[in-house]
Protein backbone atom coordinates (compact mmCIF):
# COMPACT_ATOMS: atom_id res chain seq x y z
CA UNK A 1 0.00 0.00 0.00
CA UNK A 2 1.73 3.70 -0.87
CA UNK A 3 0.83 6.42 1.09
CA UNK A 4 -1.27 7.81 -0.79
CA UNK A 5 -3.90 4.60 -0.79
CA UNK A 6 -3.28 4.50 2.83
CA UNK A 7 -4.76 8.26 3.37
CA UNK A 8 -7.71 7.44 1.21
CA UNK A 9 -8.30 4.29 3.55
CA UNK A 10 -8.29 6.34 6.43
CA UNK A 11 -10.44 9.33 5.32
CA UNK A 12 -13.18 6.53 4.16
CA UNK A 13 -12.71 5.33 7.63
CA UNK A 14 -13.63 9.25 8.93
CA UNK A 15 -16.08 9.42 6.59
CA UNK A 16 -18.10 6.29 7.79
CA UNK A 17 -17.85 7.73 11.34
CA UNK A 18 -18.81 11.01 10.52
CA UNK A 19 -15.47 12.12 11.73
CA UNK A 20 -15.16 16.24 11.30
CA UNK A 21 -13.29 17.79 8.59
CA UNK A 22 -10.97 19.30 10.87
CA UNK A 23 -9.34 15.30 11.20
CA UNK A 24 -9.45 15.37 7.45
CA UNK A 25 -6.95 18.09 7.42
CA UNK A 26 -4.53 16.69 10.21
CA UNK A 27 -4.39 13.73 8.42
CA UNK A 28 -2.97 15.64 5.07
CA UNK A 29 -0.29 17.75 6.87
CA UNK A 30 0.40 13.78 8.49
CA UNK A 31 0.74 12.53 5.18
CA UNK A 32 2.63 15.19 3.66
CA UNK A 33 4.78 15.24 7.02
CA UNK A 34 5.84 11.59 5.89
CA UNK A 35 6.44 12.28 2.01
CA UNK A 36 8.74 15.21 2.80
CA UNK A 37 10.34 13.71 5.57
CA UNK A 38 11.38 10.37 4.65
CA UNK A 39 10.79 10.45 0.57
CA UNK A 40 8.85 7.27 0.79
CA UNK A 41 5.93 7.15 -0.84
CA UNK A 42 5.68 3.97 -2.07
CA UNK A 43 5.41 1.65 0.72
CA UNK A 44 4.10 2.47 3.54
CA UNK A 45 5.79 -0.48 6.53
CA UNK A 46 8.44 2.22 7.34
CA UNK A 47 6.02 3.81 9.01
CA UNK A 48 6.03 0.58 11.76
CA UNK A 49 9.41 0.57 11.73
CA UNK A 50 9.09 3.87 13.87
CA UNK A 51 7.67 4.08 17.20
CA UNK A 52 4.51 6.53 17.68
CA UNK A 53 5.65 7.93 20.55
CA UNK A 54 8.73 8.90 18.59
CA UNK A 55 7.13 10.06 15.47
CA UNK A 56 5.05 12.43 17.70
CA UNK A 57 8.00 13.65 19.23
CA UNK A 58 9.39 14.40 15.81
CA UNK A 59 6.69 15.82 14.09
CA UNK A 60 5.79 18.04 17.04
CA UNK A 61 1.92 17.96 16.92
CA UNK A 62 0.14 21.64 16.80
CA UNK A 63 -3.04 20.16 18.18
CA UNK A 64 -5.10 17.23 18.63
CA UNK A 65 -6.40 16.02 15.26
CA UNK A 66 -2.86 16.06 14.18
CA UNK A 67 -2.01 13.53 17.37
CA UNK A 68 -4.66 11.38 16.83
CA UNK A 69 -4.51 11.29 12.91
CA UNK A 70 -1.01 9.70 13.50
CA UNK A 71 -2.80 7.70 15.65
CA UNK A 72 -5.18 6.42 13.54
CA UNK A 73 -2.49 5.68 10.83
CA UNK A 74 -0.43 3.50 13.41
CA UNK A 75 -4.15 1.76 14.21
CA UNK A 76 -4.88 1.44 9.99
CA UNK A 77 -1.57 0.07 9.58
CA UNK A 78 -1.38 -2.36 12.71
CA UNK A 79 -4.95 -3.69 12.43
CA UNK A 80 -5.08 -4.18 8.28
CA UNK A 81 -6.58 -7.43 7.59
CA UNK A 82 -4.30 -9.28 5.07
CA UNK A 83 -4.73 -13.00 3.49
CA UNK A 84 -2.53 -15.30 5.23
CA UNK A 85 -1.16 -16.52 1.99
CA UNK A 86 0.30 -13.30 1.97
CA UNK A 87 2.27 -14.23 4.53
CA UNK A 88 3.05 -17.78 4.65
CA UNK A 89 2.13 -18.28 1.20
CA UNK A 90 4.77 -21.33 0.95
CA UNK A 91 3.28 -22.80 4.34
CA UNK A 92 -0.52 -23.01 3.42
CA UNK A 93 -2.29 -26.10 1.98
CA UNK A 94 -6.20 -25.40 1.10
CA UNK A 95 -7.28 -27.83 3.46
CA UNK A 96 -10.69 -27.22 2.19
CA UNK A 97 -10.75 -28.66 -1.53
CA UNK A 98 -12.28 -32.03 -1.48
CA UNK A 99 -13.04 -33.29 -4.85
CA UNK A 100 -16.40 -34.12 -5.81
CA UNK A 101 -17.47 -35.86 -9.01
CA UNK A 102 -15.38 -33.21 -11.44
CA UNK A 103 -16.33 -30.57 -8.77
CA UNK A 104 -14.10 -29.13 -6.25
CA UNK A 105 -15.70 -28.09 -2.82
CA UNK A 106 -13.68 -25.06 -1.83
CA UNK A 107 -13.86 -22.48 1.44
CA UNK A 108 -12.65 -19.76 2.16
CA UNK A 109 -9.20 -18.60 2.53
CA UNK A 110 -8.11 -17.73 6.06
CA UNK A 111 -7.70 -14.75 7.18
CA UNK A 112 -5.80 -12.37 9.66
CA UNK A 113 -5.26 -9.66 10.76
CA UNK A 114 -2.06 -8.95 12.74
CA UNK A 115 -4.03 -9.25 16.30
CA UNK A 116 -7.01 -11.24 15.67
CA UNK A 117 -9.44 -11.07 18.40
CA UNK A 118 -12.33 -13.25 16.91
CA UNK A 119 -12.06 -16.69 15.24
CA UNK A 120 -15.49 -17.27 12.86
CA UNK A 121 -15.68 -21.14 11.83
CA UNK A 122 -18.29 -22.07 8.60
CA UNK A 123 -19.79 -25.56 7.28
CA UNK A 124 -19.89 -26.79 3.92
CA UNK A 125 -22.21 -28.78 2.47
CA UNK A 126 -21.58 -32.61 2.54
CA UNK A 127 -21.06 -34.66 -0.68
CA UNK A 128 -24.57 -35.42 -0.72
CA UNK A 129 -26.42 -32.09 -0.97
CA UNK A 130 -23.80 -30.56 -3.35
CA UNK A 131 -25.26 -32.13 -6.11
CA UNK A 132 -28.94 -30.48 -4.81
CA UNK A 133 -27.45 -27.16 -4.66
CA UNK A 134 -25.73 -27.08 -8.32
CA UNK A 135 -28.01 -24.98 -10.71
Known amino acids: ?3 DELQK ?10 IKKRRYSALDKVIVFFKYTFQCT ?7 QIKKEELKRIYKAS ?3 ENQAINDIYNYLTNQ ?10 QIENTFEIQVNKHIKEGLAPWIGK ?5 ILGTMPSDSKLPKLAY
Open 9 to 18: AIEYGYKERN
Open 42 to 48: DDTNFIL
Open 115 to 119: NPKVL
Open 1 to 3: MNI
Open 81 to 90: IIPIKSLQES
Open 63 to 65: NNA
